[in-house]
Each structure stands twice: as C-alpha cells, then as structure tokens.
C-alpha cells in the first residue's frame, strides 16, 4: 500500500479536529484493492475517524470505458474484470464483521 498523499492527510486531520462527519467511498479494484491488505488498511483508516458515518464501496465498473474509446485514448484498466456480486458481499463482510458501516 502506498502512504497517503500530504493533501489526504491534513484534510482528514482537518474531519478530526472539527468532528466532520464523512463517507468514505473506496473503489474495489479486483486484485488491486480488495486485497486482505487494502481491506486492514481501510479498517484502520475508517476506525481512526470517529465521525465516520460509513465506507460506501463502489465496485469498479465499465461504463465510462467507451468516453476513452471516443477520444481514442488507451484505457488504463482494458484487462480489468469488474467484483463479481460475490467478492463485493465478501470484502463487505470484512469490513463490516469488524464493525465498520458499509453502506
């Protein structure tokens, strides 16, 4: 996993020290960040947000692949397969057998 950029680190430090209430929205990528790495990462980052009111989990998706296709550039994800309805419901689990709200 890779360290956060300085920009993410003081917003979040701004939601702690003013209590903003916040979702976060995590894009599941098949073998990239639904890993058992990524989802204890995400666990620790959501349990450190005390306003957190859930992880919304957006499963990737190809709908916009075909905006690529029009301005003839090379899609970056071409070989990607979006979750199955299976591994969105078992990375939820993961998240929310650890008591973390998935919305």
């Given at each position: 996993a890779q360290s956060p950029p300085e920009s993410a680190i003081a917003f979040?430090?701004?939601?702690?020290?003013?209590?903003v209430q916040l979702f976060l929205r995590f894009v599941?990528?098949?073998?990239?960040?639904?890993?058992?790495?990524?989802?204890?990462n995400l666990i620790q980052l959501a349990r450190s947000i005390?306003?957190?009111?859930?992880?919304e989990l957006l499963p990737y998706h190809t709908m916009g692949k075909h905006?690529?296709?029009?301005?003839?550039?090379?899609y970056p994800l071409q070989d990607m397969k979006p979750p199955t309805s299976f591994e969105?419901?078992?990375?939820?689990?993961?998240?929310?057998?650890r008591g973390i709200p998935v919305i």
């Open positions: 979040l430090e701004y939601v702690r020290q003013h209590n599941m990528l098949p073998g990239v960040t639904d890993t058992e790495e990524e989802a204890e005390s306003s957190l009111q859930a992880v905006k690529w296709d029009q301005l003839r550039i090379p969105v419901e078992n990375f939820k689990t993961k998240l929310t057998s």
